[in-house]
């Protein structure tokens, strides 16, 4: 839990099948939520990413920056989600693979060595751009980071 609860808080959440409002995590830990606490609720349907007053401008920049201009917050939300979990294509994690060996047995050519300075490059400008994205998701209170993990840990 946060050092400092949060006493209000602004997110886009969603209508479960059932009914009920989903309260990202990570608004439910800024605020010291516990299962049972009574919350005053304001809804509004988001509608658009400019429009919604509740967007810092901070973040209303990542999705800019990383996505346009967004028609609505669910397109805004996915584009963020699939820049968030996009990978590399198997072939070029394999080639990258390949020369990283080559390079630590000392056994790459120089073109081989501005090919993996390149795919390294690349791959960071991708490390950048998905922790832009996260972030940005976060901002709008979905982490998707617990999810992201439980891939990787094969969950």
Known sequence: MASEEIQSSHYIGKVLPDGHLEIPQTVFEQMGLRYGDELEVALRKATSVETEVSIPEETRSL????????KSLKEAVEALTLIATEMAPPKKQQRLSDLLWKNQDGAITAEEEKELDAL?????????????????????????????????MGK
């Open 120 to 152: 390294i490059s690349e791959g960071q400008q991708q490390t950048i751009r998905k922790a832009k994205a996260i972030l940005a998701l976060k901002h709008l209170g979905i982490d998707i980071v617990p999810d992201l993990e439980a891939r990787i």
């Open 63 to 70: 999705i800019k920056e990383l996505v346009g201009t967004p």
